[in-house]
């Protein structure tokens, strides 16, 4: 393929299992004007279940730098990714660089190149729960700070930027661009299986201490008791599953399918068809609210307000009896109609290129 003389490239980062849908369609969209990119994987997802896997469905290929940082501690893998990328950057010297979401590598590769005064732009800049216990909180707002341009999914996105002092200029919303690649795998869609219900689980508040992991224990043998409940786990739920001796007990609940993480196109078919999801996802509320099926977020806040607005997700903190009574209701056939929101529309990647090429 022929790309354009004379510009140098775009260099576009992933790291961990929710950056590939963020970083695919833009990359599809730099191939389809042919303009000049790289893509690099910091390897913050090592595992394959959470990574190659998405890099061959999403026809991302094989990226052209791997920084292989592996997992870590939050300094280590932040640390990591700081000095591994500097070389790089230095002999690259792209035109920006196009962090995604809020993991550590977005907030280590941000940190990298604009020591190097190298112009970078943040997609899906402006979330926020408010919540700074979350690790992603501090990415989120560090990120933004620093970014040249922000790439905001949603009004909110723009009004939490205003709100910290982030000028205009700095500003385009663009929609969603997880929503163009949901759009994509939904061709691909086959036919819906038998009933279930739907679950993830990974984040810190809910599996890193026994008292958390037993209240999801109880929780589970009762949503079993309602409808087979399918549950691709987290690598780092089964490690702290087992670090507290409950393996044995989580794995034998009858009707639960446990499972190994699945791929995208898997993924997006399993919540396409189930009754109802229970997740402490943030991807997962933006999907399952474009695909209209119900969503209970375990968790007390949310920097995706506008899938409980206008989507089909709901809070539920960390009680449990909540979300059983809800997922009661769901099942009679009560919740909420969803809304359509503005720029979730499959269309995000032309609009980001479009944006890129206009600042930079
Ligand atoms: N996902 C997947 N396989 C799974 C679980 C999730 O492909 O077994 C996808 C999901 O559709 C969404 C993304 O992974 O696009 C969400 O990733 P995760 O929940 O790890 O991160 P978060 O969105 O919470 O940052």
């Not at 919540?131 to 990120?143: A, G, K, S, V, Y």
């Not at 709901?314 to 909420?336: F, H, P, Q, T």
Request: proline share 6%; glycine share 6%; hydrophobic share 40%.
């Amino acid at each position: 393929m022929t790309f354009r003389v004379n510009a140098s490239p775009f260099l576009l980062v992933a790291g961990a299992r929710p950056n590939f849908m963020k970083v695919a369609p833009i990359a599809r969209e730099f191939r389809r004007r042919r303009i000049a990119h790289r893509l690099l994987n910091t390897g913050q997802h090592h595992d394959a279940a959470l990574s190659s896997v998405f890099l061959h469905e999403l026809g991302l290929g094989r990226p052209d730098y791997n920084l292989g940082v592996g997992s870590g501690s939050h300094a280590q893998t932040t640390a990591r990714v700081l000095e591994r990328a500097e070389p790089i950057l230095q002999k690259l010297r792209p035109r920006a660089v196009i962090v995604v979401g809020d993991v550590n590598s977005t907030l280590a590769m941000a940190l990298a190149a604009t020591k190097l005064h190298i112009p970078v732009a943040h997609v899906e800049a402006g979330l926020r729960s408010r919540d700074r216990l979350m690790p992603e909180e501090t990415n989120r707002i560090l990120t933004d700070l620093i970014s040249d341009l922000l790439l905001t999914p949603s009004a909110d996105a723009d009004a939490n930027l205003r709100g910290e002092g982030i000028p205009a200029s700095r500003i385009a919303r663009v929609g969603n661009v997880m929503i163009d690649s949901l759009v994509d795998a939904l061709k691909r869609a086959r036919r819906p299986t038998s009933d279930f219900l739907l679950m993830t689980f990974h984040r810190p508040s809910n599996v890193d201490s026994l008292a958390g992991l037993k209240r999801l224990t109880d929780f589970l043998k009762k949503a079993t008791q309602l409808l087979p409940v399918e549950l691709p786990l987290h690598p780092r739920t089964r490690v702290q599953l087992q670090k507290h001796r409950l393996w044995k007990t989580f794995s034998a609940i009858p009707n639960l399918r446990i499972m190994e993480p699945v791929g995208y196109f898997d993924f997006v078919n399993r919540m396409r068809c189930a009754r109802a999801v229970v997740t402490d996802s943030g991807g997962v509320q933006e999907e399952t609210s474009y695909l209209g099926v119900p969503c209970l977020i375990m968790r007390t806040t949310t920097e995706r307000p506008i899938c409980v607005e206008r989507g089909t997700a709901e809070l539920m903190g960390e009680n449990y009896n909540r979300a059983l009574a809800r997922l009661r209701s769901i099942l009679r056939g009560n919740w909420k109609k969803p809304k359509p929101i503005p720029l979730w529309d499959g269309k995000t990647a032309p609009r980001i290129v479009k944006s890129l090429l206009g600042m930079f």
